[in-house]
């Protein structure tokens, strides 16, 4: 799963042995009926039998016959599903996992589909741990396989999890609904009753009623379809390889599709609503490059016969890797010549890029628990950048790469932070356990490891990972085995290809001549929280290396002894010395170590002098970037002056870069970007050569009637220096309603929140919380844009705290989105009094703050908010002095 980016980017021909239905799992649509006027077994003497969250092990699903009727006029469900069980030790009850749904009969059978008892059985709930027991009065015997089955029924949900509709509008003003499903990582239990944790890996055999103007999809390909009655049709889907439940999809929509063909002979296609049909294309040339990458890179073919992409209008993370049916967010997906930007097509084709990593990564190999998901995104978040690398050079993915790394280093150097192998018990810590952490720091700590490695060894000991642990689940130390030579007694091979387990403390890993145990080394950086800090001191007159070489280790490096006057002096004379990544990571150091209180604001600033002799997008963004953050902190304070002066700073010094660019989409994928940042910068500080260009092309839009095509590049620039205008607002808010391009949708919403008119701030919160103009998937989006406006800042913390309830209803605690709202609009908070504030709302919603980590995290950017202020206001004013004289 990839989240929903936010402002910025901060995404089998072979036998399948062991993964095919048992021959004992046919399928009954509906077991032989009980003898009429039954006696109900009475519950008045049951208790729940199990007071854990996590499941007994003593039961084991092997495969779901699963048939699922939505109805998307109710907007309700009915479902029956047949559990084949294996039972290890003697019981008289099965629990399993079920959150909302109604459950209208039970029944167990044995191997030869008789009933085990003739009365009603009881089910018992117990809704706090989303489990419902089943009691069965003749005892399940240990060894023995028998047949769970259960009918049940429920609302489609609204939200973004289980089974849940999702709604869009055609050109014409007709709304049609779709049914599609989000189970990961705790919901697939909102669907239908399973054992809904990833250790329980079964085969999957779907059935789908529809009405017959639309289609159902799921994870596997249609092989059968019947007409139930004149109405209604019945998809049959061929069963489904072993997989865990957050991984079992299905779709019933009316959506058109666009397909393609791997050089394997994998079917890819890709869905969308049929007026946006024609932005589907592009994401057809990238899954298809994407997969025989992959098949190639991991040297083990895609195991199913399809592989379907498609976009849901309404969806709260930014796409999902269910195995053949991978969903997104529409932004995620398309991509639209006419509206999207350079950075929209990289970011389209990095999600599609992670999600199709995941089926490797995370479908055919799984983490045991929650506590490892790095290893599902850790990974997916790396094989981003290495697949786009391979398949797409041309969008110079890996100047993204550090940018990663750098967001991690800012999480990772919080008090609340954590490691990134962390426990996770309930369904609100697991959801925040999708995070910085296991995303990025993942990522990097595997950047880290190949580089130590070398690319052929990381490569090969992945590839010996996968084929060991397909279609099962596996821990940290099963990756370190793997990356390290090592196996157990009975799979070793030979001392060349794969060390004993006898051999493991003495791996072939050589360093300054002694041999490195590798688990004990990654333990050291996946178990601990927080990002080394490796100091240099001088010998004699000269450094003896710079250190940490194009950031491929994941540490921060603090040059002592007059160091950073050394490194300043170098990049002023001969900055081409260093590699562009070396330049970048020394200005984040430096930055980094002022928020630390280890280097001197002024110090930092003096080592960015250097960018006026800069060429290279990277560093140049990376310095610009920090001075924009100052000033987006310092606007949002009583500082009219010092925010006049930084702003004049600014654009005096980049000047020459800011009047080199052109207002179109020409050039190489770095100077786009550094186009679109520059641009969208200077309008801000109101420069009055930018605010003038932008306002002409404003112009010519609006009386071309929409009509025009802006420069993808600029549109974003060109629509918020629009929106300042009483006429231009109204104008760009009805294109947002009619637009059927998301990427343009996304541009105009950025541009209406940057009206200086709290009225207009506050009337599009209102539209976001209801959810028709602007989705419910937006809000969390709509929220933060609002926040990084000084005349929105307050606005939008006050909006959470009055709708905070309604948010959590929404969204979900610990969700993506409700992590972003409370650590996005508390960002630029600086004061004491703000900290108390925060800390004061905080208490008043104790009991969910104490489940959440993020709560943590944002009360800690703020109080390093406040001591950089403390520490570093009065030195930024005065250098700024000194500069403008």
């Known amino acids: 799963m990839v989240s929903a980016r936010l402002l910025v980017l901060s995404l089998f021909s072979a036998s399948l042995v062991g993964s095919q239905p048992t021959e004992s799992s046919q399928q009954v649509s509906s077991p032989p009926a009980h003898p009429a006027g039954e006696p109900s077994l009475s519950i008045d003497n049951l208790s729940f039998p199990w007071s854990r969250l996590r499941l007994p092990k003593y039961i084991i699903p092997l495969h ?27 019981t008289n009850w099965v629990v399993l996992h079920s959150k909302g749904l109604q459950i209208s009969k039970a029944t167990i059978l044995d191997q030869n589909l008789a009933h085990l008892s003739e009365q009603v059985l009881p089910v018992l709930h117990n809704p706090s741990h989303e489990q419902i027991g089943i009691f069965s009065p003749r005892v399940l015997s240990s060894g023995q396989k028998y047949f769970l089955y259960i009918e049940f029924g429920a609302e489609l949900a609204e939200g973004f999890y289980g089974f849940y509709k999702s ?14 499903t989000h189970f990961e990582p705790t919901s697939a239990r909102m669907a239908f009753p399973c054992f809904d944790e990833p250790s329980f890996k079964a085969n999957f055999s779907v059935r789908i009623r529809r009405r017959p103007e639309y289609i159902s999809l799921s994870n596997m390909p249609v092989i059968k379809t019947v007409e139930v009655s004149g109405d209604l049709l019945e998809d049959q889907f061929a069963p489904s390889v072993q997989m865990s439940t957050y991984l079992v999809a299905f779709v019933i929509c009316d959506f058109k599709s666009v397909t393609g063909t791997t050089s394997s002979g994998v079917q890819v296609s890709i869905y969308a609503a049929p007026e946006k049909w024609q932005q589907t294309h592009y994401a057809l040339e990238v899954a298809v490059k994407m997969l025989d990458f ?13 592989q379907d992409l498609i976009a849901i209008p309404d969806f709260q993370s930014g796409a999902m890797e269910n195995w053949g049916l991978t969903t997104y967010r529409e932004t995620s997906l398309l991509y639209d ?14 999600v599609i890029g992670h999600e199709l990593a995941h089926q490797w990564f995370g479908n055919l190999v799984t983490m045991e628990w929650w506590n490892d998901i790095w290893l599902n995104e850790g990974f997916a978040r790396y094989m981003e950048y290495i697949s786009v690398e391979a398949t797409y050079p041309d969008l110079k993915v890996e100047e993204y790469l550090l940018h990663t790394c750098f967001a991690a280093v800012g999480h990772d150097s919080l008090n609340s932070s954590r490691p990134i192998s962390s426990p996770a018990e309930n369904p609100t810590q697991i959801k925040e356990m999708f995070d910085t952490v296991s995303y990025d720091k993942g990522a990097c700590v595997l950047h880290m490891l190949r580089h130590f490695l070398t690319d052929e060894v990381f490569q090969r000991g992945i590839v010996r990972y996968l084929r060991k642990y397909s279609y099962k689940n596996a821990h940290n130390q099963d990756l370190w085995d793997s990356l390290a030579n090592t196996c157990s007694e009975e799979d070793f091979i030979s001392g060349k290809h794969c060390y004993s387990s006898s051999q493991a403390s003495k791996n072939a890993y050589l360093f300054a001549g002694e041999h490195l145990n590798l688990t004990a080394m990654m333990n050291t950086w996946t178990l601990q929280k927080g990002i080394p800090l490796v100091t240099v001191t001088r010998k004699g007159a000269r450094f003896v290396s710079f250190v940490n070489s194009d950031m491929t280790g994941y540490y921060m490096v603090h040059y002592e002894d007059g160091g950073w006057d050394v490194m300043t002096k170098l990049l002023r004379e001969n900055h081409t010395a260093l590699s562009y990544k070396d330049r970048t990571h020394l ?7 002022v928020t630390a209180g280890h280097l001197p604001l002024n110090k930092a600033l003096d ?35 010092l925010t006049h002066n930084l702003g004049a700073y600014i654009l005096r010094f980049f000047r020459a870069v800011i009047d080199q660019q052109t207002w179109s989409d020409s050039g190489t994928v770095s100077e786009r970007r550094l186009r679109t940042e520059v641009l969208s910068l200077a309008c801000h500080l109101d420069d009055p050569p930018c605010v003038k260009r932008a306002r002409q092309h404003f112009s010519d839009w609006l009386q071309s009637n929409g009509t025009l095509n802006l420069p993808t590049d600029v549109a974003e620039t060109v629509y918020s220096v629009g929106a300042q205008d009483d006429h231009g607002w109204p104008s760009l808010l009805h294109t947002y309603k009619i637009s059927l391009s998301e990427a343009q949708k996304h541009k105009i919403l950025y541009a209406l929140t940057s009206s200086k008119d709290t009225s207009k701030l506050e009337g599009l919160l209102e539209l976001g919380l209801e959810g028709k103009v602007i989705r419910s998937q937006d809000l969390s989006t709509l929220i933060l844009m609002v926040a990084r406006n000084p005349k929105g800042h307050y606005l939008a913390w006050d909006f959470v705290k009055k709708n905070w309830d309604t948010l959590v209803q929404k969204f979900q605690l610990g969700s993506f989105c409700i992590r972003n709202i409370i650590i996005g609009t508390t960002s630029q908070f600086s004061s004491p009094e703000e900290l108390t504030e925060v800390q004061s709302f905080f208490e008043s919603i104790k009991e969910q703050a104490s489940q959440l980590r993020a709560t943590q995290i944002a009360l800690d950017n703020v109080l390093k908010n406040v001591r950089w202020v403390q520490r570093n206001l009065e030195t930024l004013r005065k250098w700024l002095n000194e500069q403008m004289q």
């Open 64 to 90: 779901y016959h699963l048939l699922l009727h939505p109805n998307l006029t109710s907007l309700s469900f009915t479902g029956s599903v047949q559990i084949q069980i294996d039972v290890q030790n003697n």
């Open 167 to 180: 709604t869009y509008r055609t050109s014409t003003g007709e709304t049609r609904t779709l049914a599609s």
């Open 294 to 306: 992959y098949e190639e890179f991991f040297n083990i073919r895609y195991p199913l016969p399809k």
């Open 337 to 350: 010549p006419l509206t999207s930007s350079v950075s929209d097509k990289l970011w389209v084709t990095m």
């Open 587 to 593: 200005i984040h150091n430096a930055f980094q170590l």
């Open 607 to 641: 080592l960015i002098g250097y960018l006026l002799l800069e060429t290279h997008t990277v560093p140049l963004l990376q310095g610009l970037g920090y001075l924009e953050a100052f000033y987006h902190l310092v606007e949002k304070r009583d500082e009219s002056v």
